[in-house]
């Protein structure tokens, strides 16, 4: 890497979504509070801070994956408690919907900002996150299940986990072939 990158650049460059291999290790709730203490200063419009989080501890990960199951069609609960059984802990982020399109986007601007510095203040702990939408996000049991209110969205769970083995890194395409620069039509 180039080295007039700053420690930040790095942190952004090497950090990956940690998916699997996860190791048998305790994420302690205190180290969940202190990277979420950090990452709220994300930028919020209006200072919103249209987000709430639960966490579902490692002590408490096998009665959540037992719950989470249940809502599932039973052919599905043996994939799913395989799939759910994985991450040492998770963290399920929570925003406030509004009715009105220009703040719920910015609303889920602000709870995706908070996300990423969340994911690059763990990496830079060594603990591995990967944020996932799967269709339970939706499901009214697990709205339930959680608290979640009406007028509140899960935005994902956040799969939690130390690890050993570096995720492989993948191609990005170069910002040349993305970028475009206005210029004032002559």
């Given amino acids: 890497m180039d080295q007039n990158k700053s420690e930040l650049a790095r942190i952004i460059r090497e950090r990956r979504s940690v998916k699997s291999d996860y190791l048998a290790k305790e994420v302690p709730e205190s180290l969940i509070k ?3 203490d950090d990452a709220r200063w994300a930028p919020t419009h209006g200072l919103r ?3 709430r989080f639960i966490f579902i501890p490692t002590e408490e990960k096998d009665h959540f994956v037992e719950d989470i199951v249940q809502t599932f069609p039973r052919d599905r609960q043996e994939n ?4 759910f059984s994985q991450p040492a802990a998770f963290l399920i ?6 009715p009105r399109q220009k703040q719920w986007e910015e ?3 602000a709870i995706s900002s908070l ?4 994911q690059l203040l763990a990496w830079e702990r060594e603990l591995g996150v990967v944020w996932k939408t799967n269709p339970q996000i939706h499901e009214p049991k697990v709205r339930e299940m959680l608290g ?3 007028g509140e969205k899960i935005v994902g ?6 690890f050993d083995q570096m995720p492989k890194t993948k191609h990005r395409t170069p910002i040349e072939e993305r970028i475009t620069v206005y210029k004032k039509k002559k």
């Fill in 34 to 36: 202190e990277l979420l």
């Fill in 49 to 51: 801070e249209p987000w």
């Fill in 80 to 83: 799913r408690r395989n799939y």
């Fill in 93 to 98: 982020a929570v925003m406030d919907e509004d």
């Fill in 107 to 109: 609303n889920f601007g």
């Fill in 115 to 118: 996300i990423q510095n969340f």
């Fill in 148 to 150: 979640v209110q009406p």
């Fill in 157 to 162: 769970f956040l799969h939690l986990g130390y």
